[in-house]
Each structure stands twice: as C-alpha cells, then as structure tokens.
C-alpha cells in the first residue's frame, strides 16, 4: 500500500482528504511539520507528500527514499526547491486555479480602502473627529494607473476589476505575448515605467532567486509620492523593512499586504507601527468556498498520483 503523507495543514478537519486519498488505495499520515527535521521524521518513506507550509528544501528531498511526487496546497511552490526535486525524479504539482477571485478581490479592497483612506478616516471618526476631508490628498481613481507586476490569472483578474472603476490598466510581464496585452487593453510596460507610471501597484509575481526583493530602495524611490503599493503575492518581492523606511517618508504613501518577508510578522516589525500600512494575515486565498476546493482539489491531485497516473497541474518541469 502507498504512504501520503500530509506535513502540515491549518485547515479544521482533513477528513476530505482522507476519504480521497484513502479511496485511491493509500495509507494517510498527517503531521504539523514546521522545520526539515520534522518532514524528514514524518515522511521520509512517503510516496507521495502533500504540504502547506512546511519547508521542502534540498535537505529533506535528498532524504527522501521513495517519493514520486510532491503537491502544495495553493498557488506558489517557493517553499520546495524544484531543482532538487527534478534532480530526483520527483514530480512537484500546485493548485493554480482555486483562488484566482478571492485574492483579486483582497487586492483590489486592500487598494480601494487605502485610495478612499477608509481605516484613517474610521479611525479619525472613532476619536472622536468629523472632518469631510480624508487625512491625505485624494486623487479620483478614474485618474489613475492601475498597474500589476505580473499578467498571469490574479493579475488579470485584478485588472478586469479596475477597468469598472475607470483607471488606465498596465503591467509588467516579460513572460507573456505583446498580443495578450493588446487584446485586454492593458498598456505593456518595462519595469522603470511600471514603477515611475503606477498610482496602484499591485504585485502578482511567483517567488523565485530572480523576483526576491523586486521591490527594494531603488524602485521605491521611482514611485510617485501619492502612490499605493498592495502585495497579495509573496512577502519576499518586498524588501519590507526599505518598504516601512519609504512609507514613513511618504514614497509611496500607502501599502497594502497580505504576505510578509516572514510571517506571522515579527511583533517588533515596524510596518506594525506604520499608520499608512493596511496588513492582512495572508488571507487574501480565503473564502468558505475556496478552502473546500482547495482541499479537494489538493487531494484529487494526490491521488493521481497514488494509482500512477499524471499531475493534472505539474510545476517545474
Ligand atoms: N496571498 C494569498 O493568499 C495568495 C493566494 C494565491 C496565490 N498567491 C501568490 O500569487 C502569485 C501569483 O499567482 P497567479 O495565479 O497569478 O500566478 P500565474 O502563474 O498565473 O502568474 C504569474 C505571472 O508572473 C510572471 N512572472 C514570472 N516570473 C516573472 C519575472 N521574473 N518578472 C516578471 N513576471 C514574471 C509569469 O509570466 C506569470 O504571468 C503566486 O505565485 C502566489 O505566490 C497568494
């Protein structure tokens, strides 16, 4: 019989899986896996792993004896090294298409409500003061830039929702056709533009060697002083403690995060201490509906892989 093991979840129940999984013919063993020496203690012997957060590096897929293949629950990889899994013939695959609404839904109300000042004016009325003028000048979206780092599925999504609210649409994505752009409309720029351009910056970008810090000193000092930069992404494509040092000198004047360099965010972080920053706990994924596909979905994928069958959504080939 095939071992699944599950290194860490923060879901209520894993019940769904099981069925799934166990229904395909293999044994399931869960675990709440934080460090490699936790995964290896686990899943050594697995033949399939499936993982949330729980660090995959070149260490525990050296020790692995028999795995076949590895699937994430959620959209990035970065916390398995593809490299070393393809070095051992170990197929990696991720559930691209379960959140695509959710997270442009959480980038676009993390950009709206810093726009329309919406938690400083709460927090102005609350203290007691009335004043028809937002804290910070407003300029009206309908005159703005709404640019994505990034044209994959978030990023368009994101985009369809801005065009309703009038802004011209842009984005930086090497990867993707000039005609892709065209026929959405969405000006194609180079990253100097994307920066200097955006009065919305929202990042849409996979954590890689190459996208780390994509957001550092230099290009927060390109943007304009009333602009707003949300990241629903990887906390990693920010450099977040220049991001603190930038917000504190009004360039950008606003942020909205999502996901953070380590997380949860340090208790002494100064972003926490940033009025001009709007953070979420990397909920942007969530729905009630989301989290069932996710999990269903994550656990049809492994059972492919149990009856030796092909990833549906294979990475890193
Ligand atoms: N906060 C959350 O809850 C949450 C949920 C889901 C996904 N995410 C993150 O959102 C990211 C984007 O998701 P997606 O579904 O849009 O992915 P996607 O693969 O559809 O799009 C990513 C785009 O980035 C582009 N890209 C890759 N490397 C690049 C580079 N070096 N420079 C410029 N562009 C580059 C690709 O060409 C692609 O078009 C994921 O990688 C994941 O990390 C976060």
Redesign the pocket.
């Known amino acids: 019989m095939s071992l699944v093991c599950l290194t860490d979840y923060g879901f209520k129940s894993v019940e769904t899986e099981r069925r799934i999984i166990e229904a395909a013919g293999a044994e399931l063993r869960t675990g709440q896996c934080k460090t490699p020496g936790d995964v290896l203690e686990l899943a050594r012997d697995a033949d399939v792993i499936l993982a949330q957060w729980a660090p995959l590096n070149a260490e525990v897929i050296a020790g692995l004896t028999r795995c076949r293949g590895i699937v994430r629950y ?5 916390n398995i090294d593809l490299a070393a899994a393809k070095s051992r013939g170990i197929a990696v695959a991720n559930i ?2 379960y ?2 609404d ?2 442009a839904d ?1 980038s676009v109300a993390l950009a709206l409500a810093l726009v329309r000042q919406l938690v400083a004016t709460d927090r102005r009325l609350r203290m007691g003061e009335w004043k028809i003028t937002p804290p910070l000048p407003v300029p009206a979206l309908r005159h703005m830039t709404f640019a994505t ?8 999504a994101v985009l369809q929702r801005a065009a309703v609210f009038g802004c011209r649409l842009a984005a ?5 056709s000039k005609d892709a752009f065209v026929a959405a409309g969405v000006a194609r720029l180079d990253p100097d533009a994307l920066f200097a351009e955006a009065d919305i910056l929202s990042l ?5 060697a ?2 780390s810090h ?1 957001v550092d000193y230099r290009r927060l000092a390109q943007m304009k002083s009333h602009a707003v930069l949300v990241n ?3 906390g990693g494509l920010v450099d977040t403690t220049a991001l603190a040092q930038a917000l504190a000198q009004g360039r950008p004047a606003l942020a909205g995060l ?2 953070f360099e380590k997380e949860p965010l340090e208790m002494d972080h100064p972003l926490r201490g940033q009025p001009n920053a709007l953070l979420t706990s ?5 729905s009630n509906e989301s989290v069932l596909e996710l999990q269903r979905l994550a656990a049809e994928e492994v059972a492919r892989c149990v009856r030796g069958e092909p990833f549906k959504n294979r990475v890193g080939l």
């Open positions: 959620g959209i990035g990889v970065d691209p298409d959140c695509i959710e997270v959480h780092a990034g044209f994959g599925r978030i990023a368009r930086y994505d090497p990867f993707v849409h970008l996979p954590l890689t190459e996208t994509f629903t992404a990887r999502d996901v990397h909920t942007a994924w969530f």
